[in-house]
């Protein structure tokens, strides 16, 4: 009974958020947060809940898929809605690194496994961003291979963030620009005086990829810890109480129908 009841719910949810027709955001970005609270509240050790957090994202992944420029609502829905393009999940922050060696071992380990997953199933194309070179060699070359498998891919784009923090991705956009004017041979005055944030926009991780309108953040934090610090300035956030790994379907129609509510001004 407690399922049906879900199920009815959940279709309720659904109809709702049809109508009115809504614009839907291009991209997603994701803080999958509470995974250690929820093993925790089990009695279990940390690396169960980042195993059944990882096994919640091809379930989520599904989800955004519904809500693509083809959503399975029909193709002329899909024209008059828009659809989600884009998701970025923060899986591994730079903060996350300096953890108990063990936690960190088990949560690398699901990592790897998780995105040799994900590339396997041939859905998604895949771009790996945060400092990689802060990650054990074998496990960055392993994650740049598995997102090279699915440069193909058509579908959903999907951004997997490890090693990962808003400030390092600036400065990185940042270095990498005045890397290249000065090979170029420009001078440092030179390079001052006509640098805008489109030339460092150029240079992030997820450079031609649209900004998040979105950025969903679980288990009842309100913050975005450096998540996106650069492309989310206009995005809407939604915090959910719920922990990561019991994310659900439903929650998700309730964050897309509460961006579909807010009037986005975008800062006029």
């Known amino acids: 009974m407690p399922r049906f009841v879900y199920r009815v719910y959940e279709r309720r949810r659904l109809a709702a958020f049809l109508a009115p027709p809504a614009r839907l955001p ?3 970005g994701v803080i999958l947060d509470g995974n250690r609270r929820w093993a925790k509240s089990f009695g279990e050790p940390a690396a169960t809940g980042h195993r059944r957090g990882a096994d919640k994202i091809v379930e989520f992944l599904g989800w955004a898929e519904e809500w693509g420029p083809q959503a399975r609502v029909g193709a002329g829905a899909a024209a008059r809605l828009g659809g989600i393009e884009v ?7 730079t903060d996350n690194l300096s953890r108990e060696s063990a936690e ?3 949560l ?3 990592i790897s496994d998780t995105v040799q997953e994900l590339a396997a199933d041939g859905r998604w ?10 990650l054990p060699a074998a496990l960055a070359a392993s994650l740049k291979a598995a997102a090279a498998r699915t440069e193909s891919v058509a579908g959903l784009e999907v951004n997997i963030a490890v090693g990962y923090g ?5 400065a990185d956009a940042v270095r990498e620009y005045l890397t290249e004017r000065a090979a170029a041979g420009d001078t440092l005055a030179e390079v001052a005086a006509s640098i805008d944030t489109a030339d460092i926009a150029a240079h992030l991780y997820t450079a031609g990829q649209p900004d998040p309108e979105l950025v969903i953040r679980t ?3 309100q913050r975005i810890g450096g998540f996106l610090m650069w492309q989310a300035a206009h995005s809407e956030l939604y915090f959910c109480e719920v922990f990561w790994p019991d994310f659900r379907r439903v929650d998700f129609l309730r964050a897309l129908r509460d961006f579909t509510r807010r009037e986005r001004r975008l800062g006029r």
């Open 125 to 134: 194309r895949l771009r790996i961003v945060g400092r990689l070179e802060l």
């Open 108 to 110: 690398m380990s699901i």
């Open 104 to 106: 960190l071992d088990d």
């Open 87 to 93: 998701v970025t999940l923060w899986m591994l922050s």
């Open 26 to 28: 291009r991209h997603i």
């Open 166 to 170: 808003g400030r390092d991705e600036i």
């Open 219 to 221: 288990s009842g934090e």
